[in-house]
Structures are given as C-alpha cells and as structure tokens.
C-alpha cells in the first residue's frame, strides 16, 4: 500500500521524499569520495565555473561534480543499486534508464542558491511524465543548509520561460511571476534519503547557512521510447555498458 501512496503523491504535487533507501555510511561513503574529487578539481581551474564558486575572500570552493558516473567506478555502482532503480521503475511505470548525473556540493556557510527552475527546460524530453530526477541526500538536508524547495502541482502547468541570472553565466531562472510560492514546500529528507522530482516540476535551493556541508547527488532517468530535442537520450549513459 506504500507503494501506492508514494506514486499518487508524486503525481500530486510532482515531488517526494522516500527515507532510508541507502543507509548512512553508504551517503557518508559518496560524499566523502565527492569532496575528494571536487577539492581536487578546484586545483584546475583559475576562475569560477560550472564547477566551481567564489567566496566572499575570493577563494575558488566547490559546486558540483559533473558526470560523476564517469569518474569512478564507486559512483556507478552507487546509482545503479537496485534498491534505486525499483523505486524510479515504479515512479515511471516502465523500466528505468539512466540519462545523466551531478553532485551539487554546498560548503558549510557558502554553497550558493540556485534560482527556481524545471530540469525539462534543459532536457526537452517528449513525454514529460517519463522523466524524472532523483536527488540523492548525502548529508541531513533541511531548511538552514540548503534544502530543495517545490511548487506543489507545478509539473501540471507546462514550460515557463527561462531567463539568464546577471553575473551567474550557469544559471538560468523562471521570473518571479510564474512562482506561486503560497504552494512553496521542503524537501527535509536524512543522509540516504531520496528526493525524486518530475522533470518539470518547479524547484529551487537557497544558501548554505549552516556549518554543515550540503551535498546531493543527482541522478536522471527516463523509460524506453522518450525523445529529446537535444542530445540528453543519445547522450545517456544507458548506451553503454560500465564495468562497476
């Protein structure tokens, strides 16, 4: 019956929060291989980028890891654990295939905001309903450190215009007049948790306020048969096959 519940709440409000689908050493595992690889990616770059953001003092700090499943086999092996890949199978009713991932880092009393957005904006995958996001919490998420925020019911109301955030080159944002926030929520959701997302689904993050690191990491998917403007599906690592 849980299983039930959990679908009609995702196609409710177009988010949801399961506890417990990985156990606390194996998040703890994850971020600790992330915050090596992310530190160690700082050590390449000489200016702010995707991967990367400026502190107050001018200091280069970590924002996320981009394609991680390429990066080491203990990534690949974590997102394809099956204890995932039902519960994605069950949230799309068809088979679940993995597109794409990141981790988004969020240092202690820095990791900064991104603007309310729809991953689909970016996708363009045909049909909507047939791709999701599951956001893998690697840490205690909640309000002071950077929780995900969602506009319940907004995955129902199509597209919305995305425009450039002045001086964030990688951000992109729906205008303020397009977000309800009176149907604003909380992801709070423990280390090992996961927050899956519909992929037009409204949703945003604010600053680390916290003293703890906030990381979470993403991971895509979609059924057989979804098509994309874009290079998304022909990109996905489903292609291939991975030596774990």
Known sequence: MKGDEHVQQYRQRGWLVIENVFSPDEADMIARLAEEISLGDL????????????GAEGQLLPRKIMQ????????????????????????????????????FMKPPRFGSAKPYHQDNY????????????????????????GCLRYIDGSHREGIKPHS????????????????????????????????FHHSETLHTSHRNESDRWRRGYATHWIT????????????????????I
């Open 43 to 54: 050590g390449q770059e000489d200016s702010a980028t995707a991967i990367t953001d400026r």
């Open 68 to 103: 991680p499943f390429l990066r080491h086999p203990t990534f690949r092996a974590f997102v394809l654990d099956q204890r995932l890949q039902r519960l994605v199978s069950r949230l799309l009713g068809g088979e679940p295939l993995l597109c794409t991932d990141q981790i």
């Open 122 to 145: 970016y996708f363009r995958c045909h049909p909507p309903d047939q791709v999701l996001t599951a956001w893998i919490a690697l840490d205690d998420v909640d309000e002071e450190n």
């Open 164 to 195: 450039p955030v002045p001086g964030e080159r990688h951000n992109l944002a729906v205008d303020d007049k397009h977000i309800d926030l009176d149907r604003e929520s909380l992801a709070i959701v423990g280390r090992g948790g996961v927050v």
């Open 224 to 243: 057989p048969g979804v098509t994309s403007e874009g290079d998304v599906v022909a990109n996905g690592y489903f292609h291939d096959t991975y030596q």
